[in-house]
């Protein structure tokens, strides 16, 4: 993705976000557009390689970023995760509440009961504590 002026997307110049899932896909594209608008962004994941690499990508651009590994479901780690971008940015403006487990093929009727619990708690519960 290049560069834009900041102009693009005035409202985030400046301002501080967490980008939950943002180690790939839709999550890394919308942190490296909040970088890229201006934006002081914390990359959260639980992949530590990917993120890292997506943090550092950004900050090799010009742009403010850092990563923090978090499993979202579980609530202490959540607020550690902001209080991470409190502590590194000095406060926090906005949350992309992003992260999301791969959809499963199977229907919903065929999920064990360990798969559905991990489901619920990244996809509903994390989206409470954020």
Do not use: H
């Amino acid at each position: 993705m290049g560069r834009l002026n900041g102009k693009v997307f005035p409202v985030l110049e400046g301002k501080v976000a967490i980008v939950t899932g943002a180690a790939m896909g839709m999550g890394e594209a919308t942190a490296r557009l909040f970088a890229d608008a201006g934006a002081k962004v914390v990359v959260a994941d639980f992949n530590e390689d990917f993120g890292g690499k997506v943090a550092q990508s950004i900050v090799a651009n010009g742009r403010e970023a850092a990563f923090v590994k978090v499993d979202i479901s579980k609530s202490d780690q959540v607020k550690r995760m902001v209080g991470f971008a409190v502590e590194r940015f000095g406060r926090l403006d906005a949350a992309v509440n992003n992260a999301a487990l791969k959809p499963d093929n199977a229907p919903a009727a065929e999920f064990d009961e360990n798969y559905w619990d991990r489901l619920m708690s990244v996809d509903l519960k994390a989206r409470r504590c954020a």
